[in-house]
């Protein structure tokens, strides 16, 4: 009688680990970005325009971003994240989901 059905598609989501690196350019097949910033400061760069409702969460995985700032901002500069040029984190293990929506990313 109560039956539910659940279909995925389009696959697993992409995990992608950044260490090591002042900055790194997000990918089409990124979903998850999960940072290591105990080297140093290390700015995401989201892309400018991908397709409408895509989403990425970005991670500070180890707890350094109070130490060493993890930046998203989108590629050139010229799409808004929650309406600003980047979002900073402040908190460790912080982490931040948007969707492209348009000319920003909204911050869920």
Do not use: H, M
């Not at 089409?28 to 397709?51: E, K, Q």
């Not at 989108?74 to 931040?96: A, C, K, N, P, R």
């Amino acid at each position: 009688g109560d039956t539910i059905t659940i279909t995925l598609t389009g696959g697993a989501a992409e995990y992608t680990n950044v260490t090591g690196v002042s900055s790194y350019n997000v990918t089409a097949t990124d979903y998850f970005i999960s940072v290591d910033a105990s080297a140093g400061p290390v700015t995401i760069n989201l892309p400018d325009s991908p397709t409408p409702s895509r989403q990425f969460i970005v991670k500070d995985r180890l707890g350094w971003s109070s130490t060493n700032a993890i930046t998203v901002k989108s590629l050139s500069g010229v799409t808004t994240v929650d309406g600003d040029t980047s979002y900073i984190f402040t908190d460790d293990y912080e982490s931040l989901e948007c969707l492209f929506n348009t000319a920003n990313y909204e911050v869920f």
